[in-house]
């Protein structure tokens, strides 16, 4: 669909919504052009053809001189429940959810979904709407929950925020690690829909120019340091090629702390010491100082990425994102496997929800909407057209529902991370904690301060 055509169908579809939806009345007056034209960056021409339409429909009266006045609802076939579902950007996955409130949307008469999206940087404005009850513009009625809005709602009332789900509609579904990272004292606050483990990607040709096997799941960190070095060029111009990418963000490094035995939450209390001497923290200095076979990269996850795609970097961990991004490239062919063990067998993972509002005034139209999301043709439709993993085994395990175009080898894979899991969001920090944490962690890795005294220091820091 030509962008002109897709702006002309999302202002008829808003304008129809704000009539049958309730927020228009009989009598009240359209927005005028000028205002239409600003909100939705349209043309006067296509503003007119969209009114019209409206007014074809019954839905308005176009009175001259004066503008176009909403008509009453007068068949209960019009009368339609709308949710706002706010969904968190920056996001991978904004183009298929849009899709599926399409459908959705086509599928049922009486509901429907606006999909609304917001930036990272609005989310204390949101909590503040909440707490004040003078949240501008569209109410949510449902949430999408990252990992890291998780984390931040765990510095917030979540009951104030998010209303609890009963696990009967969700837990039969899902992956159980899915849904247990999303309980708060025992009650469920937002339902899986998709999920990505962390896993090894790698790029094929150097491996095969080096004679080197392609990782398997027998790997462990020395296979990993020996293949990162062998991988390892510099150029007579002084450029380098590196065996591996390291990323210092938080949904990237805790899989090493975590797999030389690190936990920052046990059973439920602060962090602990006795993890001062971390092997998991030591294997990456090594791999940045020692062997000298990866760079150091301030940048979090993008710049990672950026040097696996452009054949800068023979491995990086990466999540099934980066299919969606490395699908338009036809450089090199690559495979993902399961991270290589240490001394613990640990997988990390990222997944994305979807909870209800708590100040929702349509519960059991928003959980058709997530049942509707979980139903096993959508999970399929996910499996088939996104660059996630759908949040029901019976569909993501099954070959007998087609993966989308994953040109890397290794889709299924994930299948090796399962028994030992662990959701980035479950971990047991909040956002101000892990920002705190990777502030700190970039002395560590320019080697201008210990992973002890951070570690302890952070341990004072949140003593409760």
Not at 176 to 194: C, E, M, Q, S
Not at 441 to 464: D, I, K, Q
Request: net charge neutral; hydrophobic share 40%; charged share 20%.
């Amino acid at each position: 669909m030509r962008a002109s055509s897709q702006k002309y169908a999302r202002l008829l579809h808003e304008l129809k919504l704000m009539i049958v939806g309730g927020e228009l009345r009989k009598g009240d007056y359209m927005p005028s052009e000028n205002t239409l034209v600003r909100q939705f960056g349209v043309s006067r021409p296509t503003v007119r053809k969209a009114v019209a339409e409206l007014a074809d429909q019954g839905l308005l009266d176009t009175i001259p001189g004066k503008g176009s006045v909403v008509r009453g609802l007068e068949c209960s076939e019009l009368q339609v429940t709308v949710l706002n579902l706010y969904w968190y950007m920056p996001s991978h996955e904004y183009p298929l959810i849009r899709k599926i409130v399409s459908r959705f949307n086509d599928e049922h008469t009486h509901i429907q979904v606006r999909l609304v999206p917001f930036q990272s940087e609005s989310t204390p404005s949101i909590y503040a709407g909440y707490r004040s009850g003078n949240s501008r513009d569209h109410k949510p009625d449902l949430m999408s929950i990252t990992n890291r809005f998780m984390m931040e709602l765990r510095s917030e009332p979540i009951h104030t925020i998010l209303r609890p789900l009963d696990g009967r509609d969700v837990n039969e579904h899902v992956y159980p690690f899915l849904w247990k990272a999303n309980v708060h004292d025992g009650r469920l606050y937002a339902a899986p829909i998709t999920f990505s483990p962390v896993m090894l990607l790698y790029n094929k040709s150097m491996f095969d120019q080096e004679g080197i096997s392609y990782p398997d799941i027998g790997w462990k960190w020395d296979d990993l340091a020996a293949a990162a070095s062998r991988l390892t060029r510099r150029a007579d111009d002084g450029t380098i090629q590196y065996g591996f990418a390291f990323s210092p963000s938080f949904f990237r490094w805790p899989l090493f702390f975590l797999q030389a035995g690190g936990r920052f939450v046990r059973n439920g209390d602060a962090c602990q010491t006795g993890q001062e001497d971390n092997a998991g923290i030591r294997f990456i200095l090594d791999l940045l100082y020692k062997h000298q076979s990866a760079p150091l990269l301030l940048r979090s996850v993008g710049l990672s990425e950026q040097l696996f795609q452009k054949g800068k970097a023979g491995m990086i961990l990466s999540t099934f994102y980066l299919s969606e991004q490395q699908n338009r490239s036809d450089a090199f062919e690559w495979g993902a496997a399961k991270f290589p063990a240490g001394a613990v067998d640990k997988s990390l993972a990222i997944s994305t929800s979807i909870g209800i509002s708590a100040e929702c005034a349509h519960v059991q139209e928003a959980l058709t909407f997530i049942r509707y999301v979980l139903s096993k043709p959508i999970q399929a439709y996910i499996k088939a057209n996104g660059t996630t993993l759908p949040a029901a085994p019976e569909v993501a395990e099954s070959a007998q529902y087609p993966h989308s175009a994953f040109r890397g080898s290794g889709y299924y894979t994930f299948k090796e991370t399962l028994s030992d899991i662990e959701l980035v969001h479950a971990l047991g920090l909040d956002f101000s904690q892990v920002n705190e944490l990777t502030t700190a962690m970039e002395m560590v890795w320019c080697r201008t301060e210990t992973f002890e005294r951070v570690w302890r220091s952070f341990l004072r820091a949140n003593e409760s």
